[in-house]
């Protein structure tokens, strides 16, 4: 007898009288799956709310509190004909892997299957216009279908066992229609072949096999690089703390143990690992996690700081609020969760078209069918013009319409260092309405730098630099890269919290803040003349100079801001910056619409109320703290600057410091996405042509093979021209 199965370790419970559990669900392709699956589990008694995420393949399921055992939520997504495990991150990336060594093996064998029948069919072809032996043509057909068949059967099956359980959910997808296409052409070359007809389509049924296949492997390996990407999450959370006992005892702790109250000690260089309230010492934090922010941020007694945020300098004692559970960190993998879940919902153009396209082919056909047997014609004669139907309305063309485009555009993008990670990104870009920017390191550099070296004589700027090489923190080595990287000064010490000292020529030298250099007269110059620089001094005896530091904007900054204005598009900046720091910037670029001091989750606000008003929101940032928005966007951009998580996130990845990729992204999807719609509307106009002709019975099975041939190939010439007349390539290059 097989054991039970015991997951309620996996359960989530909540105050309000609510369980949760979230599942990895295999085979979860489109949103036909998506509606099954949530209204199959809407119908199972005591489940308040089942939640689909297309992009990550998992459900979230919450029912009353013993309303059902956890395992009945697996037993039911069984019988929905979907395999369900508890979420389990590495057991999700093994499964990716597995899928597409999968993809791969149906690919291979499909390729070499198409290769070696365009063999035969070449002679055939040759022989039909000469003197072909019709027992030689046969027994090529034959070949033929020894190959075709098994191939079939065996590459075919990511579409035939995807077109069976969307018609088990009772919806359509685009896998329907392309496994009738298939089976059908197979099926009629067979009965052809067995009639010693000169022309059979087995040829044509594994070539189309073989180009699907392609499509949905770069699919697959698409998600698992992102899927990857997201969960480098895990890597800013600290495994160990180290909590301060009641006796003064500092003993290192797994994080799993530490609890709120507890007290912790942050040494310089470490990552923060609780979220807490100082209550001894001060420092500079880095907390770009949650405002973005690149230069450092001054805390004291009484501060609060987060968790992933790293401490630079001085040693620090924290009061727990949130270590193992409830941090930051997990407040924004859970806003990430719900806003790709949100996102995930967008319908491509090529299911909605499937949507309409299936069902009306197939109630063609159907007619056909009924209206020639009841004017008796015989069946035989009758069901042959119904094929011919389907074969001359095969989604070829409607299967092409979309992913040639993409293909086409996509190679024009990568030219302008741009690169897509989701193939349906084009068609939301192009709907956008509405410019989102971050500031840090989206409209700016990602690197602070020196911002008045031109009044730094090249002898002190070298010194300081070859102090300041000794160091990492942000500001120091802004001046080291000023410098040129100069070998560090031998003998650096370092005054935790004020700056770092040596002996140079026998006197000593400074570089730290201004009090600690005693630069304040000096200091004060500099600040009038770049108000929203960081300082940082440096004195060699009587010798002093102050540097200011600063994020530098992007090149070409105002003039994407300018093309994106001349395309119509609204511009805004939600920045975690504080508001000193984004209003020089929002004015430089002429932007008015800039709000500052943004947590992530009110970022995630902004947008839902910009999404309310029915806007299309093309968010663009680099940001940790950015990631939900980037996720929870219409459409979303990062630089290839931005941190994992950030990349993960967004749609279209860009290469270098120039920010028109961001421009010449929305005019080239805004073409694409018109060819996309002229090519569905070909498909509709061949239809409208070549089924009335289908249906009155002129047209054979190899005629309707050429025109359907045709109509692909005209779609895929048209594609091409997403290529042509774009704008000038970028020619930015990474920093």
């Not at 000593?508 to 250099?517: D, I, K, M, P």
């Not at 692909?712 to 007349?725: D, I, M």
Request: hydrophobic share 50%.
């Amino acid at each position: 007898m097989a054991a039970q199965q015991d997951l309620s370790v996996f359960v989530r419970h909540r105050e309000s009288g609510i369980a949760g559990m979230e599942l990895a669900v295999e085979n979860i392709r489109c949103a036909g799956c998506m509606h099954a699956i949530e209204n199959g589990l809407a119908h199972e008694a005591g489940i308040l709310s089942a939640r689909v995420n297309l992009a990550l393949k998992r459900v979230t399921v919450e029912w009353t509190e013993g309303a059902l055992r956890p395992e009945a939520v697996i037993e039911r997504l069984s019988r929905l004909g979907f395999k369900a495990y508890p979420f389990l991150p590495a057991s999700g990336r093994e499964d990716d892997t597995s899928e597409e060594r999968r993809l791969l093996r149906y690919l291979g064998v499909a390729g070499f299957a198409s290769m070696n029948i365009m063999l035969l069919s070449v002679s055939v072809w040759s022989g039909n216009s000469s003197d072909i032996n019709p027992v030689t043509r046969d027994f090529f057909h034959w070949l033929s279908a020894l190959i075709a068949l098994p191939t079939a059967a065996y590459a075919g099956r990511p579409f035939f066992e995807s077109a069976l359980r969307a018609l088990r959910a009772g919806a359509v997808n685009m896998d329907v229609p392309i496994t009738l296409g298939i089976v059908l052409a197979l099926g009629m070359s067979v009965v052809v072949t067995w009639n010693h007809a000169e022309h059979a389509y087995f040829d044509g049924a594994v070539m189309l096999i073989f180009f699907l296949l392609i499509g949905r492997y770069l699919d697959q390996l698409m998600r698992r690089r992102t899927r990857d990407l997201a969960g480098n999450l895990a890597a800013l959370k600290a495994e160990t703390a180290t909590r301060l006992m009641p006796n003064g005892e500092a003993m290192v702790t797994p994080i799993a143990a530490i609890v709120p109250g507890d007290r912790v000690l942050i040494q310089p260089g470490e990552r923060v690992s609780v979220d807490g309230i100082i209550e001894t010492g001060s420092s500079e934090i880095d907390q770009s996690l949650v405002t973005g922010e690149t230069l450092p941020h001054a805390v004291m007694a009484g501060a609060q700081v987060y968790a992933g945020t790293v401490n630079l300098s001085g040693a620090l004692t924290v009061k727990v609020e949130a270590a193992a559970s409830g941090t930051l960190l997990d407040e924004i993998d859970a806003l990430m969760a719900r806003a790709v879940e949100s996102r995930s919902r967008y319908v491509k153009l090529s299911d909605r078209a499937a949507r309409l396209y299936a069902p009306l082919v197939h109630a063609t056909a159907f007619a056909t069918l009924l209206g020639w047997i009841a004017f008796g014609l015989p069946w035989p004669e009758a069901l042959i013009i119904a094929i011919t139907v389907l074969i001359i309305t095969c989604p070829c063309a409607l299967g092409l319409a979309i992913p040639a485009v993409q293909v086409v555009a996509a190679s024009a993008l990568f030219k302008r260092k741009v690169m897509l990670k989701q193939g349906d990104a084009l068609e939301r870009l192009a709907e956008a309405d509405i410019a989102v920017f971050d500031k840090t390191g989206t409209l700016t550099l990602p690197d602070p730098d020196l911002v008045n070296g031109d009044e730094i004589d090249a002898a002190t700027l070298q010194a300081a630099g070859r102090l300041a090489a000794a160091s990492r923190h942000p500001l120091a080595r802004a001046i080291a890269r000023a410098a040129g990287h100069p070998v560090p000064t031998s003998d650096v010490s370092e005054n935790h919290g004020a700056g770092l000292s040596a002996i140079v020529d026998g006197i000593e030298t400074r570089l730290g803040s201004v009090a600690y250099c005693e630069a304040g007269a000096e200091a004060a110059i500099v600040a009038a003349h770049h108000p929203a620089a960081s300082l940082i001094a440096w004195r060699h005896g009587d010798d002093c100079a102050v540097f200011a530091v600063d994020q530098q904007i992007r090149p070409e900054a105002r003039d994407c801001i300018a093309a994106l204005r001349e395309l119509g598009l609204e511009i805004r900046i939600l920045s975690g910056d504080r508001s000193e720091a984004v209003a020089p910037v929002a004015s430089a670029l002429g932007i008015t619409e800039a709000e500052s001091g943004l947590r992530p989750d009110e970022k995630l606000k902004a947008l839902d109320r910009l999404s309310a008003k029915g806007r299309k929101v093309l968010m663009i940032g680099d940001g940790l703290n950015d990631a939900p928005a980037l996720a929870k966007a219409h459409v979303s951009i990062s630089p290839i600057s931005a941190t994992d998580l950030a990349q993960a996130s967004a749609d279209i990845v860009f290469i270098g410091d120039s920010l028109m990729p961001v421009a010449d992204s929305l005019r080239i999807a805004r073409r694409a996405r018109n060819l996309m719609l002229e090519n569905l509307w070909f498909a509709v106009l061949y239809n409208a042509v070549a089924v009335p002709i289908a249906v009155a019975g002129f047209a054979t099975p190899l005629v309707a093979a050429v025109a359907m041939s045709g109509s692909s190939l005209v779609v895929t010439l048209n594609a091409l021209r997403a290529g042509r007349g774009l704008p000038r390539q970028n020619t930015g290059v990474a920093s």
